[in-house]
């Protein structure tokens, strides 16, 4: 899945992409894609499924704690059966029932989420 993501990211001419070896194998903080290029660096957390994902607290953590000391925008990148990309602000992340995890679906993410043609068009803020 990472490995369709780079080649998107390599394609448009502007971004470098790199997967991050042994993400989320060690405790060390660590996102799945550490992207760069026009000024931008992006670290990515890609997740996938048939409908919808949990996504554990503290993986979340450890990707905003990532990008705040590398100097990176926070995403999840999210790609359900038969549909496209879809990028999320870990601002934007929804609590599951249980308060545990967050949940990304297919409509939260289509209503939420940026399209990588937007992401990798939009202007850097911090």
């Known amino acids: 899945m990472e490995r369709e993501l780079i080649a998107k990211f390599y394609a448009t001419g502007k971004f470098i992409p790199l ?8 405790p ?3 996102p799945d894609l ?4 026009k000024g931008r660096v992006l670290a990515i957390e890609c997740k996938g499924g048939k409908s919808s994902r949990y996504i554990d607290k503290q993986q979340i953590a450890e990707l905003k704690e990532f990008a ?12 359900f059966n038969n549909t496209e990309w879809l990028f999320l ?8 029932k249980t308060g545990n995890n967050f949940v990304v679906d297919i409509k939260f993410a289509k209503e939420r989420g940026r399209k990588f043609e937007q992401l990798i068009n939009q202007t850097h803020q911090k």
């Not at 000391?69 to 999840?76: H, L, S, T």
């Open 34 to 37: 550490l992207v760069g290029g």
């Open 68 to 79: 705040e000391k590398f100097g990176a925008e926070p995403w999840v990148g999210a790609r």
């Open 19 to 26: 997967r991050a070896a042994g993400s989320g194998s060690t």
């Open 28 to 30: 060390l903080p660590s």
């Open 89 to 96: 602000k870990i601002e934007d992340l929804k609590e599951s």
